[in-house]
């Protein structure tokens, strides 16, 4: 598990009201209105036999350059004496045909590679995607101009190979989901229950996949009429077949003589395919929900905290009636920390204790001030060495960061950056806290990470994080920790992702650089044997309030909390042993090996 | 004796090496073991020890590249696509992580009658069985018509049990299935566990890291270290009084929840530390 | 990293050899029309024999094609049908103007999508409004569109830039640029779109992984932090776009070449095309693909740059 999720309410959440995505997008005002737009223009393409005086291509020598309005030519005439509103209305049919053919193509290429190359994955993803690669060498639209001999400029023909270019794109969006429901465990267990591929395609993998192409349908459809519109203004297909990109060719070399002939035909080609942009974004509202926000980064939590006089006089670290609150999905606070007060003192180790969405892992990232921007805190205290934090703008808190206060957290490979050698990140941390020279600071990385237990420290610092195991990468962390002699060690579930045979070494590692360094740490944990084995003291958390605090040794003999004593109760007994021989079923036939 | 229900043999695993012609990656070299009806073998090791694709390879998830696996009797290491489907009424599996096993969309009710619709049953029998089921797994019945996102962790594992059970199989692979879960929660499940087997008489392959759970709930314990099994034997023996170095050193890495006593383990642990462990290949701890 | 640069040049040059054959084999379907063209609907047999010989046509296709892919290696591009003009002199003619315009568009497309998508992600609020409200309205109209509306108002009407014409840059740097600055604008306005939503997206995903945390934790400085970190990581789904981005553009460029009357590639592929001038045709091909190959490769070797783990395949 990651560190604790930051809103509580994963746990047993009430349901959230079930809103069907189509409500939602007929809700939506901006959906309603280019859905409408567009579905106008489609009727009106369907209906143009009967809904225009003159067939497209009809040119009447009296109609040259007719005004609007003259009779039979609502829109009036262009060059050629043909009939503008006819042309037009036609035109529409050459852009639905052009967006459902170009569409078409990409979709039922891209979405069947996507699935068969997202599923399988091994060589016939690998074949697929080089034939991904062939496809997005050929230069595009260009490759439409340049086969113009084959295709004699049929918008159809030009259409359906604009369609497979437009294939990878479809491709790549399919085949992400793909993999990525291809690696959830249900797609696993629908395999062991004996679902056959074509069905776990369609029952798990369709459903998830099915959204994101509904969006990206829009704005392929939109992309196709825009590419079709000007092929045909560059004078690709027959000059036979009405299309917006020819009227406005044309009316663009009259733009002087009569604007209005530009006017009609741009105006219903940016109206169509901003409508389906549009259209596509409000898909994406409606179907994927929220989309993630911006937050500024290094944003404190607002604070709307009275900071308390406390008495902890002594303690290095206090926290007095710590609350915390999120907003829930409809912006009404929801409390997270319900005052949470707890004391670190000089040279302690105190395990604050709990199960998940209990408020232990908030609690530490209150103190860093690292809370994510959303997050508020409204009440209480949090005061290192008589100094308030609650509060402190960040240049304020970055200053107290890695000097006196610093973290190891609990995943250690996603806390290191991917793209940064270990020598890198360790550097940077020391840097940050110093004044020492690059060169000054990398000899310091190296005793460091010799120091936390690193074999080949100069070797170590040339690698990437990927290159090294969990329980190394954990080292690197706590080495970068410690570099300015913090005199707070905030740990976050610091073993919680590694082995336990590492697991105890880490501990070891920590309880010899308290020895020497003299820092407090505050170890965050669910696991009491970590408690017993490091900590002085524990608190226990439960619902965003400590609710029993003491030394290790008295909390374990003589629990007072029910919530505590329950806890205790849960760990699984050294002693217990099953000793019931393995159940026998029907016959006679008997497990091998037990005695 | 009689043919066990399951029988791993000189099982062998590799997978492509990531990269431009890299090496295949061995993660089992040649591991046996084997489970009787109605057992519970624990299989206890750490991240990286091949634990995970024994149970894999068992389930026809992975592809062996040497060795043999029988279930019943008959030869599955190779079963092609359609026995494997049959095979599912047999074999079973819960995962460890019942957020991703569960598919978010469906409704528990369908989540449960999916294994049961496969093999066959009419929609009127996998709704009964499903009652039942979620009886069995103690609980509530309304449970049918919700989602997946409505229940906690511990709740979700129950229905994750459940539709192992649906097709009353001889063989569950349980895969971590109490480590994703909170300590008060993860008694409760285990208990569960425990007391489903002893009813239906399902055989368990256990897979766990953690020695405390194994040997609450197995009758036989395997230790798996880098791709080989270096020992095997009863739950107690193997799990209190370990042969094998690797075991010992597992055994006495576990912080014990008792300051006192974890003190005195710390210690046996420093002294264990001073010890090379000898290297892994065939180096099968005396069997008992 | 040599053996990943080596791989990467070898696949490019694979990819456009197959490329080529099958822009070869689709265009061999029509090489009866072209004799046609060239020698008028009125040609005897005779005639119409005698120039499918002299043309090879009667050989089969992969002698036909090897013969040329033979030529193109040593640097001969073989003549028009019609004009007889080398073909190499007459594209690379031609290369400049499309290459100006799509090249300089790209380039300022990064910078702005980058700075626009940085800020958005990790200022939030009101530069989150603006970036969004860029991605949103620049997709609305076609390029077409927008190329005649900049043309209309800044050249025609308020005559502040040429509506028209190129100008080279070897012959006067100030009026090349000049030349280009609508063409060129439209092109950013859509590609900025795309790209800025793109790298908004993925930098807020990476603002909020743990690393970044654990750096605040450390007293790293919020500019680091963002510039040097989340950036670097953001960077290769943003790669993948700017490769689609980069096609998109190219096919933008030949559309609205036409609506200032650049003598890019655009106009210039359509007439050969229109003739069924099959070695200039064949000339155009190679040089943009080549083109797209190498703009892919550079994408592909700052990836393998920025980020470790792609070097490996």
Request: net charge positive; aromatic share 6%.
């Amino acid at each position: 598990m990651s560190s604790e999720p930051a809103l509580i309410g994963t746990e047993a959440a009430p349901a959230a009201p079930k809103r069907s995505a189509l409500r939602r997008l007929i809700r939506d005002p901006q959906a309603d209105i280019t859905a409408g737009l567009l579905l106008v223009f489609v009727i009106l393409g369907l209906l143009a036999p009967w809904v225009t005086g003159h067939g497209p291509n009809e040119a009447v020598l009296s109609a040259v350059n007719a005004p609007v309005g003259t009779p039979g030519y609502p829109l009036g005439g262009d060059q050629n004496g043909r009939d503008i509103w006819a042309r037009l209305i036609y035109s529409i049919n050459t852009s639905v045909l052009s967006a459902l053919i170009g569409t078409g193509v990409a979709i039922a290429v891209g979405l069947s590679c996507g699935l068969i190359g997202g599923y399988f994955g091994g060589r016939v993803r690998g074949a697929i995607e080089w034939v991904f690669n062939l496809i997005m060498t050929f230069p595009g639209i260009l490759l439409l101009i340049v086969l113009m001999p084959l295709t004699r400029g049929d918008f159809r023909v030009t259409m359906l190979i604009f369609g497979v270019l437009l294939a990878p794109g479809t491709y790549r969006l399919v085949r992400n989901v793909t993999v990525g429901v291809r690696n959830e465990l249900y797609v696993d267990a629908a395999r062991v229950a004996g679902l056959s591929t074509l069905r776990i395609l369609g029952r798990h993998v369709m459903p998830v996949v099915r959204g994101p192409v509904i969006i990206s349908t829009a704005f392929l459809m939109g992309s196709a009429i825009s590419v079709q519109a000007g092929l045909a203004f560059l004078g690709v297909g027959s000059s036979d077949v009405p299309s917006f990109g020819a009227m406005i060719s044309y009316g663009f070399l009259n733009l002087y003589v009569d604007p209005l002939q530009f006017v009609w035909p741009a105006l219903l080609l940016g109206v169509s395919t901003a409508s389906l942009v549009l259209l596509g974004n409000s898909l994406r509202d409606a179907l994927e929900g929220a989309r993630p926000k911006a937050s500024k980064v290094g944003a404190t939590a607002r604070a709307k905290a009275v900071p308390r006089s406390g008495d902890d006089a002594g303690a290095l670290l206090s926290i007095r009636d710590l609350r915390l609150s999120y907003p829930d999905p409809g912006g009404e606070p929801k409390p997270v920390l319900n005052g949470v007060s707890v004391t670190l003192n000089a040279g302690e180790t105190l395990g604050l204790v709990g199960e998940s969405g209990s408020g232990k892992t908030q609690t530490a990232f209150a103190v860093l001030g690292v809370l994510p921007a959303e997050a508020t805190v409204t009440e209480g205290s949090i005061r290192l060495d008589g100094r308030e934090l609650v509060g402190l703008p960040e240049r304020g808190l970055r200053a107290l960061r890695g000097r006196e206060i610093a973290y190891v957290p609990q995943e250690p490979m996603s806390n290191l950056d991917p793209s940064f050698t270990i020598g890198a990140q360790v550097v940077e941390g020391i840097r940050a806290t110093t004044a020492m020279s690059r060169s000054a600071a990398r000899a310091r990385a190296l005793e460091l990470l010799g120091h936390v237990g690193i074999a080949d420290p100069r070797r170590t610092m040339g690698l990437y994080p990927h290159q090294i195991s969990g329980g190394m990468a954990q080292r690197v962390l706590i080495a970068s920790a410690v570099a300015s002699r913090p005199r707070v060690l905030i740990a976050d579930e610091p073993t919680t992702a590694l082995d336990v045979t590492i697991q105890a070494e880490i501990l070891d590692l920590l309880r010899e650089l308290q020895r020497e360094m003299g820092m407090a740490i505050l170890l965050v944990t669910h696991n009491f044997g970590v408690v017993a084995d490091i900590c002085d003291r524990m608190a226990v958390m439960q619902d965003g309030r400590i609710v029993e605090s003491g030394t290790v040794l008295d909390v374990f003999r003589e629990p007072r909390h029910p919530y505590t004593k329950k806890l205790l109760a849960s760990i699984l007994d050294e002693s217990v042993v099953r000793e019931d021989p393995p159940v026998l079923i029907g016959d006679t036939t008997r497990g091998p090996g037990h005695g | 004796m009689a043919e066990p229900l399951l029988q791993v043999e000189k099982l062998r695993v590799q997978f492509p090496g990531r990269g431009f012609r890299a090496k295949p990656h061995e993660v089992l070299h040649g591991v046996s073991l084997a489970i009787g009806q109605g057992e519970v073998l624990g299989l206890v090791g750490e991240s990286g020890s091949g634990k995970t694709t024994i149970g894999r390879a068992v389930l026809g998830l992975v592809k062996p590249s040497g060795g043999a696996i029988r279930f019943d009797g008959e030869d599955i290491t190779h079963a092609g696509a359609r026995r494997r489907r049959e095979l599912a009424r047999h074999i079973q599996v819960v995962f460890q992580d019942p957020y991703s096993s569960l598919n978010p969309a469906l409704t528990v009710g369908d989540i449960l009658s999916e294994p049961l619709i496969v093999q066959g049953a009419s929609p009127r029998d996998a709704r009964a069985r499903v009652r039942g089921l979620l009886e069995q797994v103690e609980l509530p019945k309304d449970t049918a018509d919700r989602l997946p996102r409505e229940f906690s962790g511990g709740q979700r594992q129950r229905v994750a049990i459940a539709r192992a059970l649906a097709p009353r199989p001889k063989l569950i692979v349980c895969d971590e299935p109490v480590s994703a879960l909170d300590l008060s929660t993860q008694a409760l499940v285990l208990k569960l566990l425990i007391d489903i087997q002893q009813e239906t008489g399902v055989a368990f392959l256990f897979i766990s890291h953690d020695l405390a759970v194994v040997r609450h709930i197995s009758h036989r314990v395997s230790v798996i270290y880098t791709g080989n099994i270096v020992e095997t034997g009863p739950a107690a023996a193997v799990t209190s009084d370990p042969r094998h170095p690797y075991s010992k050193r597992l055994l006495v890495a576990a912080p014990l929840a008792d300051p006192v006593e974890q003190r005195r383990r710390r210690e046996e642990r420093k002294r264990l530390a001073g010890q090379d462990l000898p290297e892994t290949r065939g180096t099968q701890a005396p069997s008992r | 990293m040599v053996s990943y640069i080596l791989r990467r040049v070898a696949t490019g040059l694979v990819l456009a050899v197959l490329v080529t054959f099958i822009t070869f084999w689709l265009l061999s379907f029509s090489f009866d029309g072209v004799v046609t063209n060239v020698l008028g609907p009125a040609a005897s047999p005779d005639a119409v024999e005698a120039m499918r010989e002299q043309l090879g046509l009667n050989r089969p296709l992969f002698a036909q094609y090897f013969e040329w892919l033979g030529g193109v290696l040593r640097g001969d591009f073989g003549v028009s049908l019609f004009t007889s003009e080398p073909v190499a002199t007459a594209v690379s003619a031609r290369l400049g103007v499309t290459l100006s315009i799509v090249l300089v568009a790209l380039v300022l497309s990064v910078v702005v999508s980058v700075l626009l998508g940085v800020l958005a992600a990790s200022r939030a609020g009101a530069v989150d409004r603006l970036a969004q409200g860029v991605s949103l309205t620049g997709l609305l109209l076609p390029n077409l569109l927008i190329a005649i509306v900049l043309v209309v108002v800044f050249a025609i009407n308020a005559r502040l830039l040429p509506a028209t014409g190129y100008t080279p840059f070897g012959e006067d740097p100030v009026r090349w640029a000049a030349s280009i600055t609508i063409p060129v604008t439209v092109l950013v306005i859509n590609g900025v779109a795309n790209m800025a939503a793109q790298v908004r997206g993925t930098m807020i995903g990476e603002l909020r992984k743990d690393y970044v945390r654990t750096l605040r934790t450390r007293g790293v400085p919020t500019w680091s932090i963002v510039y040097k970190h989340a950036l670097r990581n953001a960077a290769a789904p943003a790669l993948v776009v700017l490769s689609l981005e980069f096609l998109a553009m190219l096919g933008g460029a030949l559309i609205i070449e036409n609506v200032f009357a650049l003598p890019g590639f655009g106009s210039f592929a359509f007439n050969s095309s229109i003739q069924g001038d099959i070695p200039v045709i064949m000339g155009i091909t190679v040089f943009s693909v080549m083109l797209v190959v190498g703009v892919n490769l550079l994408i592909d070797l700052v990836n393998g740059w920025l980020n470790p783990k792609a070097r490996i395949y």
